[in-house]
């Protein structure tokens, strides 16, 4: 990036500042998520891991760094929690309460994985296109959403589009002659940074490291005789063996349920994610399934209705003109005897790696259908791909426009990014603070999808119904599940209480806050008058009812 002028990125600039803009004035909107105060509890824990005064002491046990959920959250990779604990406090020392200093670290997480998105996309388009990517991919509705209230799956999106972006730069500078060895030691390093928190958060990570790897050994020289003089195809072995080697020891140090037993530990965490046992149920279709009896159809059909209309067009332009322009330069390939420089030859092998990252995962649920649930919020790392490749066919619109005047060419583009803005933007403004709710034309939009689909399912209604609430309090409020997310938000007159095991303590005028999360609504104090909703766009996300 630094290569190219630096006017040529002011429209991606813009949309960053626009962005943290928006995040700056909304992030103290956003509810928390199901199982986010536990996760967060999680995080300030962790911190008795890193005292070293802790470390000298007889009654030192790592135990004691997972919280009170340690048996839930101590298999999950912290290494976010652990670089984000720092900013959180400061934001917290300026008068900001936890959740939302939170989500603005969470939502500023986000912005540096559309730069990634935009300097990977920049290795196969140009500046315009770039930007039609990494804005197509940031005012998705879905993901402005979770990038709030999601500590866990969109920074793993992150340092996973980050572990790709920084692994293929890095086998470009260890092939290049020019680059000095500060300058590749520094890239291995940054490299396996991102290649190492990932997999401190999930475990999936390691498949980016793969995709790296076959991208150095793809560099190796077709048989040619004539070479450019600051390229050497071959990256060194004992480089890419550093990488591994520290890719590992960065994971190791960012968690601390590894530190015991790290084979043992991380192979028995690599089999329970790739089981994700749960019994959790899941709307879908108008059904309701248990997590893993899931049809085939669900991923599939969700990434066709969650993502904004433009996507899946442009997904496919992208790829039909790639692979035709690749199959078109296979068959002008020179014989190996010839003398053509073997870079004019190079396919854009890394491209279709960053591909394969999706059609791996994709198919690994198709085949082996694993338990999922919460949408597909487990496989948001595998979208920055499907967004890259939409500007690739951005960047065939921009291709036919070449002999059109460059003024003419400015305000057909600025149009055409204007279509998506608005067909992004204007849903998620109607949705707000509940982005993450969004469903497209193909089903009726989130009215549509109500009763028929998940919408608010991690329960950020609570918030904005709890807070009703209070101006009625003194009162008691039975909380149908995760009661410990409306009592967050509760003043000090109003008694929050779980209703599970509590039900026979109801009185009469006592509330009842129930989710609509597989339809619960409809079956818990169905008789109750309701008192009220909390819902966007003709969908009602949580009810308020009151007991007769």
Known sequence: MTSRPFLKHIPFILLILALLLFGLFTFRDYGLSWDEPLFYEYGEALGYAYAPANWFRADFD??????????DHKNRGPAYLILARTPVHILQSLGIDPPSAWHLVNFLTFLLGVYFVYRLSLRWMGEWAAFGAATLFATQPLLLGHAFINPKDIPF??????????????????????????????????????????????????????????????????????????????????????YALLSILFMLASWPYLWESPLKNFFEVFLFMSDNPTGLQVLFGGELYRAYELPRRYLPTLLAITL???????????????????????????????????TNRQQPTDYWLAITAFLITFLYVLLLRPPMYDGFRHFLFILPPLFITAGLGLQ?????????????????????????????????????????????????????????????????????????????????????????????????????????????????????????????????????????????????????????
């Not at 290649?195 to 793969?210: D, E, K, N, Y």
């Not at 008691?476 to 599970?500: D, F, P, Q």
């Not at 169905?526 to 003709?538: H, K, S």
Request: charged letters at 15%; aromatic letters at 12%.
């Open 62 to 71: 790592l135990n004691h760094a997972y919280g009170s959920s340690g048996d």
């Open 396 to 548: 065939f619109f921009l291709n036919r426009l070449e002999k059109i005047k460059p003024r003419v060419i400015f305000w057909l583009y600025a149009g055409m990014v204007f279509i998506i803005l608005a067909v992004n933007i204007l849903p998620a403004a109607k949705l707000h603070p509940f982005e993450y709710a969004y469903y497209n034309s193909l089903v009726g939009g989130t009215r549509g999808a109500f009763r028929v689909y998940e919408t608010d399912y991690w329960l950020t209604c609570y918030k904005q119904a709890v807070q009703l609430l209070n101006a009625r309090a003194p009162a008691s409020l039975y909380v149908h599940r995760e009661a410990y997310i409306a009592a967050a938000y509760a003043s000090s007159g109003l008694n929050v209480i779980e209703a599970r095991g509590h039900l026979n303590d109801i009185a009469s005028g006592d509330y009842i806050l129930v989710n609509t999360r597989a339809n619960e609504d409809r079956k818990t104090f169905r008789d109750a008058p309701t008192l009220f909703e909390v819902g966007r766009g003709g969908a009602a996300f949580c009810v308020v009812k009151q007991a007769p």
């Open 308 to 342: 904004t209309e433009p996507v899946w067009p442009l997904f496919a332009l992208g790829l039909i003109t790639t692979a035709w322009k690749s199959i078109s330069t296979i068959r002008r390939l020179p014989t190996p005897d010839s003398r053509i420089p073997a």
């Open 157 to 242: 999106l992150v340092f996973f589009t980050g572990a790709l972006l920084f692994g293929f730069e890095m086998v470009d500078v260890l092939s290049n002659s020019s680059k000095n060895k500060k300058q590749k030691t520094s890239q291995v390093i940054l490299a396996s940074f991102f290649l190492g928190i990932a997999t401190s958060i999930r475990v999936l990570a390691p498949l980016a490291g793969l995709l790296v790897l076959i991208y150095a050994a793809n560099r190796q020289p077709p048989t040619a005789n004539h070479q450019p003089p600051t390229v050497n195809h071959q990256p060194p072995t004992l480089p890419l063996l550093a």
